[in-house]
């Protein structure tokens, strides 16, 4: 076998070798035959596979699913696959790494299946239920992307922090933090460009996609005009309180936003929200955590408007210490 590569690729020639003397020497060669190598892309630059994705931090109760929809309890360190995904329980959180760099959060109730167009090594997101939080990194070329499929879209990314959900109406709800989405509800856009058709290509840019900024969220449906609008700002926290006793509540108050229906709270304990530990939705801006442990937490705030789109998000660093009530 051999294998040519530009010789600015050394560390990709390096990787590859290492892998083709493990396929050589260890005992479960076949096995190990089936994972996917680094590659070249077009700018000559070594990556690696999105695929298989592996499942980086774990709260909660969670399952695997692999091609036919058989579940095994979920854990930290397994693979997910092309064809397989993961369901999450109503108090579960989980979070993917992918081979690019990329990572996927999905909270509690939520649903996914990976795809990977193996010709472009395009990663895609189906997502069957719930919500996905993604962190794409930077992709240079147009076909390069990171997907999410919704049931009435694809969402095309190059690199950037943006959550999406379906809802119970059928639609999907799209906000993005940093960077931007493109939007299309044309199930073309699903493969490569250089996989549609000429006569597509020749009817000139498609109506229905739409550029969402940072900052902006938007409401897919399956009619109509898309029209991104501005998310709401981030919810600005006042102050903590609590009860005492053997389960302690910790209330986080935090500042009305003109606009809001709802709040968010979530705590972690790493800064960039991968370990999400809980989270509490409330009609009014006070909410209430019970069953955390005295620890250092990260907690993010943030407002949903009359549409459903959540807002910006605003992060705070505190030390919780639970108080329980002493019994003389």
């Not at 996905?132 to 930077?138: A, N």
Request: aromatic fraction near 6%.
């Amino acid at each position: 076998m051999t294998l040519l590569l530009p010789r600015r690729s050394g560390v990709c020639l390096l990787l590859v070798a290492g892998l083709m003397e493990l396929f050589t020497q260890s005992a479960s060669a076949a096995a190990a035959s089936a994972k996917r190598l680094p590659y070249i892309d077009d700018n000559q630059q070594c990556r690696g596979q999105p695929l298989p994705a592996t499942v980086e931090h774990l709260t909660g109760e969670a399952w695997k699913l692999d091609a036919k929809g058989r579940q095994t309890p979920l854990q930290e360190g397994m693979p997910i696959d092309e064809q397989e995904g993961i369901k999450t329980s109503p108090s579960a959180f989980v979070s993917l790494s992918l081979g690019d760099g990329s990572r996927v959060v999905l909270p509690s109730s939520s649903q996914i299946t990976l795809h990977l167009n193996e010709e472009h090594s395009i990663p895609q997101v189906i997502l069957e239920q719930g919500q996905v939080e993604s962190y794409v990194i930077k992709r240079a070329s147009d076909h390069d992307r990171f997907q999410i499929v919704t049931p009435v879209g694809v969402l095309g990314v190059r690199g950037t922090h943006f959550r999406v959900r379906n809802d119970d109406g059928g639609q999907a709800l799209l906000e993005v933090l940093n960077g931007h989405v493109a939007v299309n509800r044309d199930e073309e856009l699903s493969r490569p460009r250089s996989a549609r058709s000429t006569a597509k290509r020749t009817q000139g840019p498609e109506d229905d996609e739409v550029q969402v900024m940072a900052r902006q969220g938007l409401r897919i449906q399956k009619q109509g005009t898309l029209t991104p609008i501005d998310l709401l700002p981030a919810p600005r926290l006042l102050g903590q309180a609590g009860q005492t006793g053997n389960v302690p509540v910790w209330q986080l108050i935090m500042k009305p936003i003109e606009g809001a229906t709802r709040y968010r709270a979530q705590v972690a304990t790493d800064a960039a929200f991968l370990d999400i530990k809980q989270e509490q939705f409330s009609s009014t801006p006070e909410v209430k955590f019970s069953g955390l442990k005295a620890l250092f937490y990260h907690v993010r705030l943030s407002a949903y408007d009359a549409q459903g789109l959540e807002g910006e998000t605003g992060v705070y660093d505190i030390f919780y210490y639970p108080r329980t009530t002493r019994v003389q």
